[in-house]
């Protein structure tokens, strides 16, 4: 138990009379990333009263302060009086805690801005360092020193370099060794094809995000190929840790994040902006209004960033783009774009209707999409929230199925927007069913970026909803046969 | 992004000139628990002045009142302002978002204390609800309502209990059913022959530790053979969630802390102390000191809590019985003790040195023990750390191996006391060395309570320590060995 807020405690103790100063000052720059979310919400056409987001603005400014926090903490504060005296054999026998004596805490899990798009990305850090001058440093101050510099805009190479670079100069060691793993969130390709691509994704196991993992090292850490660095991976391999592609220094993980490769295609002429249902139809690529980037200028100013810092200079108009997928707007035009294959389908459908075909009723056969993947924004925290939906439903013997390409449409349709995930769920299902008429089930499982970064922290966890229509309202074993049916494809698919 | 802070925030504006008071209070009450622990310390025989453990009474004080916090927190203040208006379907078509829209959170990692011991364990907390009045929940807020229940000292299927009836009351869903996987740290047994039984744990599928699922159910979750228990249960199920026993409403999840079963054992004339080294030797029963069960008394009363209320009765006695496992004086006395076989190796080993048998010296053999379990009490937090350790060293020919007993007592002599795994790792080597001479090389890989509870909550951080003397340190390919060896044994015993 302990250190826990000894910061904390200090600056409090510290500030005495200036509290009300500082809290004043804060309430502020509150205020200013408030009003610069307002522009953002009219940006994409929403009423910014209506009860979904009414508060949006409020804790979007709040969960960006504490997730940028590390810009007003210092390093210094943290490690002193966690530095504790320990002997160590530094004879020509050996160096049990002392040069050989390396100490490694392994799968800190983290979570940090992107520089590039202002998306957070999840961290797992590895730390490893080899005391020297007989002190050791208490083990979860180097889970508080990463955490610093996880909380400002980052790119992986540089959090890992800050880290161990401050680590190095803090605790004065033989060593610090830092691996980081990083996983940004996935955009849908332009051209993607991802409901083909993606068979059994499971959200636990991290598909639809992009990892690149980095390392960083200084003093017997600074050899990459030294002795002490096969040690280090060795522990972080019993973990079960494997790192096949590590980099060190390189400038290859600034272009990690997903937004960057849209900049060279808008270089080559292709569109700017993302499309999400662009292997269906193409939707208008909307402009990202220079009111929006100023407001996100405005952001980045008031958590103490400097805009005109050369990697962030993109980064308002990058932000706004992805931001700008989800106007409600953009998409409502597109639902008619999807129609094509739909349109037929339907057609053909209500004619089989109109024309007796379901000359059975009872004769219908159990189907469904497994595995869907899908994007979405959550509207109370301006933050992406992305899986997998499931979608079951019953056919009508001698009627077509429907199309995988068009339920994945409809999914598409409902997730680009500003949603939660439980109308999310309902939405598709209504949709399902006011097309394809009946029965019909669905299951959204989601991982929430608001359940990871913004001091809630649940890394591991995940949402999961349900919707039932029609049959798999009133008769049980028809929603025990869609539940077994996602059971069976998640176990072989893991 | 967001909510983050509001209770916090509310609580300060709310405040306003009362800070100061209530700052004064808490400093008395933080002086209280440090009081209580230094007498703690006293009684463990510790110079509490000593460098390690000289801040160790402010961090346990700090740390407890922020790990009990659920004490002095309100759900209606978390979940007010949380409750957002959503449109369900409830006509005769079917319930989506209805009473059939079931919303599961899964995986949330928490952390409470055990009423029976006050030793932290660990909480997987699966939260579902079926929302009706048409209002949802934010997400994020059955983490925190759950938090603020696991905060506070509790038994699983109370933690349970009280998770599900203040979301019943606080959101008004038309149910809500909870599922708990609780971790307790495992005790030795008396008699215990963990280091037969246990063959290949590794520290991060919870070996060493026991386990006991319970749930609560409220509103349509009441009936636990209901219809939509069997679809939250399949949805844990996608996530590799595997519920074997569940629990509900039973008192014996009462049992689970292995601090009872010895209080039966204490009444059946057992000894009523935990003995680590008993498979080997005896060591003397020290009783609690009444003025350490009083300390803890006083505690218990600084956090909220009535030290009478019956669940607490037997608690600081149970808390000082732990601790008195790690009186240093009590291990002293006991190296002696497991000596028997020990002596008998050393002095053949000694004898063959004098006697030349160390005929050809490039005669060695390299050998190894792995997976020793271990138990030791961190001193700068006062909390458990505990996994295994891997010894290699190397054996001339025609020297019996050192038996893995031997191995197990001497990294139990330097675990059972309040230690740092730095310095564990350390005197490992140096006693295995120093008793049976040369090349030795140990790995410590441990998960720290502290790391997982403290609002540092790492929960899937492990830390590893290295230290080698002689030939380990000298040559990477000894060293490389030995890790290979450790690689390899992991791998199969997972």
Partial sequence: MGALNDE?????????????????????????ISNAVN?????????????GLIKTPLRVAKALREGTRGYRQKVKDIVQGALFPEAGLDGDSGHAGGAGGLVVVRDLDLFSYCESCLLPFRVKCHVGYVPSGQRVVGLSKLSRVADVFARRLQDPQRLADEVCSSLYNGIRPAGVGVVLQCWHIEFPQVDCTCHEQINHPTVMDMQGWLKVSVCAGAGVFEKETGDVWGDFLALLKFRGVKLDKLRNGSSSSQRWCPSRSLDLLAINGHTNNWNPLSYKTSITAEPAPASMITAVATILLSLGENPSRKELVGTPRRFVQWLMNFKSSNLEMNLNGFGAEATCQIKSRKQMNKDGVRLRSDRVEFRSE???PFWSQCEHHLLPFHGVVHIGYFRTEGIEPIGRAILQSIVHFHGWK????????????ETVSSVFGGDVMAVVEANHICMISRGIEKVGSSTATIATLGRFSTDPSAKELFLQTVSDSTACGG
């Fill in 8 to 32: 904390h405690f200090n600056v409090e103790l510290d500030n005495g009379l200036n509290l009300n100063l500082v809290e004043e000052q804060e309430q502020v720059v509150i205020s200013n």
């Fill in 39 to 51: 522009t953002l919400l009219a940006g994409l056409g929403e009423d910014s009263n209506r009860e």
């Fill in 370 to 372: 497994l595995n869907l």
């Fill in 418 to 429: 500003l949603q939660v995930q439980e109308r999310l769920t309902r939405q598709i299902v």
